[in-house]
């Protein structure tokens, strides 16, 4: 039985659901305990009175405010909850807004929202509204000691609450990006095309079961072999000589296109390998790309042609790719 989180309500105008909010995430990382790496032996943490250094019992301990430099208010959870009850019990609904509207840098944290005692009609009500709208719900709540913004979003049956970035916790991306039209990014219509033919072979429908944590996996076989070679206790420092080779800064997309859709699908469309290599040069070294010539925009033309047969398989994707 999973432990509930939180009890209150769902509020929005004049209706309320009463809720019971349950954690949706379970971390499965690797467990590593710190040691002293002198003579291996954990390393302990204790929580010590900084006056008399003497360890605390968790039931001798206090949460407070320094209000001032060493001055404290004491404040217990029922302290918390008294200076705002509505904030403290209330799922408070502050908007609706289109789900596509949303960017996925704001979602935080996912928690499953389920109806508690006499809200079974009003949680089905909100959850197919939502459902059939296309909008989720814009919320504020408070979880032990802070406020959080949150969505609530349908999944199957189930109402889902997910925390939400404050807009001033989102760091701009000023960064030197390609920029959106193909001209400027210095990529072709062609290569556009490849790219979807490619992403149409890798389409699937979505099955989180097939994925798992192969990398926790690695490391515990490799545990396994250090306990085996009895190296338990060896210290391994870092391998410069292991990290990748700096490659050119000039890349034949198409080749790397062709090569990837030969070994997602098992053959290589015949027309693409007529397509002339377009190097493309990074602009992270400050390099631009270059431009083509009359004759390779001719031979370009002319392979665009004889390419016919690849567009019938994805429509009419390279007349809106080069518009």
Known sequence: MQKILWKGAISFGLVHIPVRLYAAETSHGLDLTMLDRRDFWPIGYTRVNKRTGKEVDWENIAKAYEYESEQFVVLTDEDIKRANVKATQTIDIQAFVDAREMPITYYARPYYVTPDRGGDKVYGLLRETLRRSGRIAIAQFVLRT????????????????????????????????????????????????????????MTEKWNPGQFHNTFKEDVLTLVQKKVKANQSKTITEPDTATAPARRDNVVDLMALLRQSIHAKTGKLAAETAREPATPVRSRTQGGKAPRRSAASSSSKTTSAKSGASLTRTTGSRERRASK
């Open 146 to 201: 802070k406020q959080y913004l949150a969505a609530l979003l349908p999944q199957y049956d189930v109402i889902v609450l997910d925390t939400l970035r404050y807009a001033d916790q989102i760091r701009p991306a000023e960064f030197e990006l390609p920029k959106s039209d193909l001209k400027h990014a210095g990529v072709t219509a062609k290569e556009v095309e490849m790219a979807m033919v490619l992403v149409d072979g």
